[in-house]
């Protein structure tokens, strides 16, 4: 297994067809035509040059303050297959996150998504929206300044934009340093408690550890 440390991301694996990358959080994942620099897409073209696919071979987006693992296609070929098996829903996607909370032992949330009509970039739930299912399940409960956090590890059925962050917030349990969607600060955290931990398709399985910055707020809890 390759495993080399970037500025953009970290390679987990690599070979002739695709590439599976740990994002670092603060990255944003592709240009989508506007002048963005440091974006991951931009990254891509410069490490490997540019492989004419459409983003460089990118299927699958994280958010910019979310890290963790993607995959992404080195061949036409490879890209056409592994975007059929996100529409079959056969990629497996397993995060860790920290919810402000006393959270179940597990659970189902399953309810519609759709693009936020007065705030800019924003995502809510509504009845006219997209399907959305968010499943998960309790690792540790920790206390803090008599709160209450809960670590869970969350898989998704679908895989709609924002959709962890704007399930849980809608249940009163927003992610810890997600201020968009109504979470905190805690410990010094500035961005949401939010990492791509596995990644699963076609037989193989790939883990990432937890970002260090992430890592150390469970510790210091």
Same mark, same amino acid.
């Given at each position: 297994m390759v495993f080399i440390m970037e500025s953009k991301a970290?390679?987990?694996y690599k070979n002739r067809e695709m590439l599976i990358l740990d994002k670092m959080a603060g990255v944003v994942c592709t240009r989508e035509g506007r002048e963005i620099k440091g974006s991951l897409e931009e990254w891509l073209e410069k490490k490997f040059s540019d492989n004419k696919l459409p983003r460089q071979g990118i299927v699958h987006r994280l958010d910019k303050g979310t890290s963790g693992l993607m995959v992404v296609a080195r061949t036409d070929e490879f *890209?056409?297959?592994?975007?059929? @098996?996100f529409k079959?829903?056969?990629?497996?996607?397993? %995060?860790?996150?920290?919810?402000?909370?006393?959270?179940?032992?597990?659970?189902?949330?399953?309810?519609p998504i759709n693009r936020s009509k007065y705030q800019f970039g924003r995502f809510v739930v509504g009845?006219?929206?997209?399907?959305?299912?968010?499943?998960?399940?309790?690792?540790?409960?920790?206390?803090?300044e008599n709160r209450v956090y809960s670590l869970v590890e969350v898989n998704l059925k679908t895989g709609?934009?924002?959709?962890i *962050?704007?399930?849980?917030?809608? @249940?009163?349990?927003?992610?810890?340093?997600?201020?968009? %969607?109504g979470g905190h600060s805690l410990l010094g955290l500035q961005r949401p408690f939010l990492h791509a931990k596995k990644l699963a398709f076609l037989d193989k399985s790939y883990e990432s550890e937890l970002a260090l910055d992430l890592k150390k707020i469970i510790v210091q809890l």
């Open positions: 970290k390679i987990v *890209r056409i297959k592994i975007m059929k @098996l079959d829903r056969k990629v497996k996607k397993e %995060y860790w996150a920290l919810a402000e909370g006393d959270l179940p032992q597990n659970g189902v949330i399953k309810v009845e006219d929206g997209k399907e959305a299912e968010t499943h998960f399940k309790l690792l540790e409960k920790y206390k803090c709609r934009t924002h959709q *962050r704007v399930h849980f917030s809608y @249940l009163g349990w927003p992610l810890v340093g997600d201020t968009i %969607y």
